[in-house]
């Protein structure tokens, strides 16, 4: 009741109520920022990882490579049907899809283009997540086989659409008695995807197998196998298996190979923005000990009649050490509500701000995905609210023992 008194006590009276206002706005901000940054870059890597894993292969299979008579390298894999059998009864493989991969230069009317091909059969390319979407996906998939498939960012940069014919060009083309001279095909296009990466869609483009290996001079045989499996995140332990059903001169490439650098950077981003951010909370909590201090001060005379009544050192203590937490806790339950808005409506709210800013605050091109994700984890809010209150309530500790130990003869001496 003391504490509920003092908390909304005038200034004309003694109270601090100006400071505790403060105190309540700067916690509630700095909660908010605190969970809207760590919502966000848990969305960051969960569409990261999403895209990943949805257009990609979890393990790549290929061979170590084998000196040919002519003295080149062969890593290309002749049994592949076979062997992309086998790795599928490994339990916990989901697919396995043999691919030719080469890079050629796509051309439509006078845009050129470099891009990846990936050389896949239909029914394999029908189960890639990111790829077979026909929610953003133009064209029809059934007719994979009968053209070509290029990602959105292709299509932008040669200005193609479907049923629009674009021109592969290889320099590593038809072998005659003069040499090697450049292979130029021109394919339909019958489906356009969206991976959701740009750097994905920007380069990528998939070719009927048999075609590709024609193209590319594989006849009966391709580049790897990809792999996919049903926990991602537990990839190295598919290792073994995968190894003893490959055979010798098999080698493995996994996702977190491909993309662990990235990976390892987003963990460094979010321990240390994890550290600023509770450096703020903690900058916020201080206005908390500001409030109390002069809150001790102006109540010093009623801190002594009330220890000249009966009441312990405990029980001053617990008065201010509640009107300092009831702070805290009432910010971080405010900051915590903000938080949760923002991760929740942030596709409206970023679309206000780009119209406010009139476009192209977001450029898929330097970010790498089209939109600014957040995923609200309960862990991150947990943890968000721990590290408020635990400092909400260490810092009030010292004002409240400060009133407790208060000299009550000190106090009145002058009242």
């Known amino acids: 009741m003391i504490a509920w008194r003092y908390l909304r006590a005038r200034r004309a009276t003694g109270g601090v109520s100006t400071m505790t206002w403060i105190s309540l706005i700067g916690i509630t901000l700095a909660v908010f920022a605190l969970i809207a940054t760590l919502s966000v870059r848990s969305g960051f890597r969960a569409e990261f990882v999403d895209t990943i894993l949805g257009a990609n292969a979890h393990v790549t299979v290929y061979q170590i490579g084998e000196v040919t008579p002519t003295g080149a390298i062969d890593r290309t894999i002749t049994d592949y049907d076979a062997k992309a059998e086998a790795l599928r009864s490994v339990p916990g493989v989901t697919r396995a899809a043999p691919i030719v991969r080469g890079q050629v230069m796509a051309n439509l009317r006078s845009a050129n283009a470099g891009v990846q091909v990936y050389g896949m059969s239909a029914e394999n390319l029908a189960s890639l997540p990111r790829i077979a979407d026909p929610e953003t996906a133009q064209g029809d998939i059934e007719r994979y086989e009968q053209g070509i498939a290029i990602g959105s960012g292709v299509a932008l940069e040669l200005g193609a659409q479907v049923g629009d014919r674009i021109k592969l060009i290889s320099p590593n083309g038809v072998r005659t008695a003069f040499g090697t001279s450049p292979r ?63 055979g010798e001169r098999t080698q493995l490439w996994t996702w977190r190979d491909a993309s662990g650098g990235f990976l390892r950077a987003l963990e460094v981003e979010d321990n240390v923005m994890f550290i600023i951010l509770s450096i703020l909370v903690l900058i916020a909590a201080m206005n908390i000990v500001s409030g109390l201090i002069m809150l001790v001060k102006n109540k010093g005379r009623d801190i002594g009649i009330l220890r000249t009544m009966g009441l312990t050192e405990g029980s001053i ?54 939109a600014l994700p957040a995923q609200l984890n309960l862990s991150d809010v947990l943890s968000a609210v721990a590290l408020s209150l635990g400092l909400s309530f260490i810092v009030t500790i010292f004002p409240a023992r400060r009133a407790a130990r208060m000299n009550p003869v000190e106090a009145l001496r002058y009242e």
């Open 184 to 246: 130029i095909n021109a394919y339909e296009v019958t489906y356009i995807f969206s991976a959701g990466r740009y750097d994905i869609d920007r380069v990528r483009v998939y070719l009927p197998l048999a075609e590709a290996q024609t193209f590319f001079n594989r006849e009966g045989v391709v580049d790897e196998i990809e792999v996919m499996v049903d926990d991602p995140e537990a990839v190295d332990t598919y290792a073994t298996a995968l190894l003893e059903t490959a």
């Open 317 to 370: 203590l617990r008065v201010f050490f509640i009107c300092g937490a009831f702070t805290g806790l009432i910010g971080t339950a405010m900051g915590v509500v903000l938080g949760c808005l923002f991760a929740l409506y942030i596709d409206p709210l970023f679309s206000f701000v780009n119209y406010v800013m009139g476009g192209g605050v977001w450029d898929p091109s330097i970010r790498g995905i089209y």
